[in-house]
């Protein structure tokens, strides 16, 4: 709910400059799709551009605080993430709705972005308890 509400705040608010900061991380994806720590600084940084967008700084702190809290754990699933250039497409459909000032497409780019999120997530833990102890 946190960030699918900050997207929508920031399909209505976000200025030239936020949606600058946007582009520039969507455009970093696409350039580490090779590189899964350096796509993850750019994720990161896009969902951080999304919260100051939304113009309310208690939301930009608590995204900032989950996106620590997952950071780790993100770190190494990325790893082995099967399609990177899926999730730039992801943050690219949730850029171009805030663009676009549609709050409700924005809404729903990131409820569907969290959604897959969450699935892969969960076959990746699903994975890593198959494989046992190392």
Excluded: C, K
């Excluded at 700084?57 to 790893?79: A, C, K």
């Amino acid at each position: 709910m946190l960030e699918v509400g900050t997207s929508s705040l920031a399909a209505e608010r976000a200025s030239g400059d936020d949606l600058a900061a946007m582009s520039e991380e969507v455009t970093g994806m696409f350039a580490s799709i090779g590189e899964p720590l350096t796509f993850l600084w750019h994720d990161v940084r896009f969902h951080r551009a999304i919260a100051a967008a939304s113009g309310n700084p208690v939301l930009g702190v608590l995204i900032d605080m989950l996106g620590s809290l997952f950071y780790e754990r993100r770190r190494e699933t990325i790893q082995t993430a099967t399609d990177l250039r899926e999730t730039a497409d992801a943050h690219r459909r949730i850029y171009q709705a805030i663009r676009s000032h549609n709050h409700e497409a924005a809404r729903a780019a990131m409820d569907e972005h969290l959604r897959d999120a969450q699935t892969a997530q969960t076959l990746e833990s699903a994975r890593q308890r198959s494989l046992g102890p190392r």
